[in-house]
């Protein structure tokens, strides 16, 4: 895969772990502290940061924040031990891409940061619906955007806009395919196409447009 990724995390062994998982991969660059976090941010922009929750004087979602502001393209995966169900929302609620255990198999990374770099969360499944809820009720809120989803959607064909739904029940791209019988390269062309009209770059944010599409 043709990424830059940048490693985060204060352990040696965890670093080496991760890049051991990514190996013939993507390149991968290492770091054991904020200031250097920092100045690689800057310097090589990453694609993708793996970032370990217990990195010291981050601050947590606070500081993750205004990582985010020293390059808004890198997309953050949060790595951590155990973390509660509100403090994983908040960080999804900042901008981060996905959220899982410091120890996970490092084989399995190479699958988040592809999900990633398509446009897709990495987010429990028991998690998804209150961030739906919560990021719904905001949008329903503000009736000049809900005129706008709605006008923006009606771009959509109608293959679209069947798989548009599908990714508002929660639908894997798997599921997706054999419920439409297509195959998953097609439902990933679709949504390739339907993020570019749309103007969004995740499941997510289609996910809560969807909220506003008319029948079809």
């Not at 209150?130 to 959607?153: F, I, K, Q, W």
């Not at 195959?183 to 809560?208: M, P, Q």
Request: glycine share 6%; proline share 4%; hydrophobic share 45%.
């Amino acid at each position: 895969m043709n990424a830059v990724i940048l490693l985060a995390s204060p352990s040696p062994d965890r670093l080496c772990s991760w890049k051991q998982g990514l190996e013939g991969f993507a390149a991968a660059t290492a770091v054991s502290d904020l200031d250097a976090l920092k100045e690689y941010l800057v310097r090589i922009k990453p694609d993708v940061l793996l970032l370990q929750l217990e990195l010291p004087d981050l601050e947590g979602t606070k500081g993750i924040a205004r990582l985010m502001k020293l390059n808004p393209a890198t997309r953050i995966i949060v790595l951590s031990g155990e973390i509660s169900d509100d403090r994983e929302l908040a960080l999804f609620r900042i901008g981060v891409r996905g959220c899982c255990r410091s120890d996970i198999d490092p084989q399995l990374l190479k699958s988040i940061i592809v999900a990633i770099k398509q446009g897709e969360l990495w987010i429990r499944r028991t998690l998804t619906p209150r961030l739906l809820d919560e990021l719904g009720a905001r949008m329903r809120d503000d009736s000049d955007t809900r005129r706008a989803n709605v006008a923006r959607l009606a771009d959509l064909t109608r293959r679209e806009r069947e798989i548009a739904e599908l990714i508002g029940n929660g639908e894997c791209n798997k599921q997706i395919a054999r419920q439409l019988t297509i195959t998953e390269r097609t439902v990933k062309a679709h949504l390739t196409e339907i993020f570019r009209k749309l103007g969004i770059a995740d499941r997510l944010k289609l996910a809560l447009l969807v909220i506003d599409l008319p029948d079809v």
